[in-house]
């Protein structure tokens, strides 16, 4: 990312800022709808996750000058994400959505730079975060306990 980037990143988002829980629910309405599946990893109760969104939107965005100090940090993130079931593929229309809801959010002020700007920013922590999660084994698939009988005689 050049600094011009993380500049106009920086300077949109605080557009966002204000109108942060809006933001959220934007996201995760357009997220669920173009990948539906993905809803069955959050609770039904949104509204800490829709906080925790922001609020780590907010961390990276205003840390793009200084990215080194929180690779570590977007790292633990896509590690702690295959413990959630999230596949790499699933990537992909968490950017759309985000893309998305910066155009509807900021309107005229999503200039073609602006976008270009996002569309590297996530891609960049997309590329740190997949990278950190191949790292991990995923968890084992979920089976089904069986009876009594079945474990002594199956």
Do not use: C
């Not at 920086?10 to 996201?27: G, M, R, Y």
């Not at 925790?52 to 790292?75: D, F, R, W, Y």
Request: proline share 7%; net charge neutral.
């Amino acid at each position: 990312m050049t600094p011009d980037q993380v500049k106009l990143v920086q300077d949109s988002f605080k557009l966002v800022e204000p109108i942060a829980p809006q933001a959220a629910e934007l996201f995760y309405g357009r997220l669920f709808e173009i990948a539906p599946k993905v809803r069955s990893l959050f609770p039904n109760d949104m509204s800490q996750q829709k906080m925790k969104l922001m609020s780590m939107i907010g961390t990276a965005v205003n840390n793009l000058h200084q990215v080194e100090k929180i690779i570590p940090a977007v790292q633990d993130l896509g590690r702690k994400h295959v413990g959630y079931g999230v596949t790499a593929e699933q990537y992909k229309p968490v950017g759309e959505a985000l893309i998305w809801t910066l155009e509807k959010g900021l309107g005229d002020a999503f200039t073609p730079d602006v976008k270009a700007a996002w569309v590297t920013t996530y891609q960049t922590l997309e590329k740190v975060m997949t990278d950190a999660a191949s790292e991990v084994a995923p968890p084992p698939a979920v089976t089904q306990k069986k009876g009594f009988f079945a474990r002594m005689f199956g």
